[in-house]
């Protein structure tokens, strides 16, 4: 299967607007954002846990990074509550389900070799920072290499006047609303601008954005 594969092209998708497809597990549905394979695949999805659903043990080639979006995720290694951002890196191994019912974003083989570090993040009690110009705050999640991941916060009435994509872009709108020049962005829309775009974001009500910069290949 090959779903916005061409990574020279954006890509934007309503995930409140998509169906649920259920995944080979019982009770564990996804939302296809891109990807090139089969049920092993380089992917980026929407995943729901119904109540006292998961998978069993399996490992993660190439690495596994997820952000919860609602309910609490688990496995061996613990529960965390939505706002927790998750790295597993190549070779790691888990088993994991959710009691309570969880959704989260996910991200499948996607990591850069030499990064190996697994760790969790809680967003919840995380630090805000400036960020470069009046009314933008940044949290940082991870960084290795090329590759950044960060949440981004817009205060009401907040504008970037030129933000270029180097190494291109992928945001997730987590709360309020996103705009700029090619439309409006509601919570739950997902985009992905390619390597060399470039565009002048802003946000009237507010927003706060799950963003990962500069990791897809040249255009």
Request: net charge negative.
């Amino acid at each position: 299967m090959k779903l916005h594969a061409d990574f020279s092209k954006r890509a934007q998708w309503d995930t409140n607007a998509m169906e649920w497809i259920a995944s080979p597990a019982g009770g564990v549905e996804r939302k296809m954002l891109d990807r090139i394979g089969e049920e092993k695949a380089r992917a980026t999805s929407i995943v729901r846990y119904a109540p006292n659903s998961g998978f069993p043990e399996h490992e993660h080639p190439m690495g596994e990074e997820f952000l919860v979006l609602e309910g609490v995720f688990s496995d061996e290694h613990g529960d965390y509550p939505a706002g927790t951002y998750i790295r597993n890196p190549d070779g790691t191994r888990h088993s994991p389900f959710s009691k309570d019912g969880c959704t989260i974003l996910v991200k499948l083989r996607q990591f850069e070799p030499g990064d190996d570090r697994q760790f969790a993040v809680d967003t919840n009690t995380g630090e805000w920072v400036p960020h470069g110009k009046p009314g933008l705050s940044a949290m940082a999640l991870h960084e290795f290499g090329d590759s950044t991941v960060r949440l981004v916060k817009f205060e009401p009435s907040a504008k970037v006047e030129h933000d270029p994509h180097p190494g291109g872009e992928e945001v997730l709108v987590l709360e309020g609303v996103l705009k700029d020049e090619h439309g409006v962005y509601p919570s739950g829309t997902w985009l992905r601008q390619p390597d060399g775009s470039k565009h002048a974001p802003w946000s009237d009500e507010g927003c706060v954005l799950w963003v990962k910069p500069g990791h897809l290949p040249p255009a």
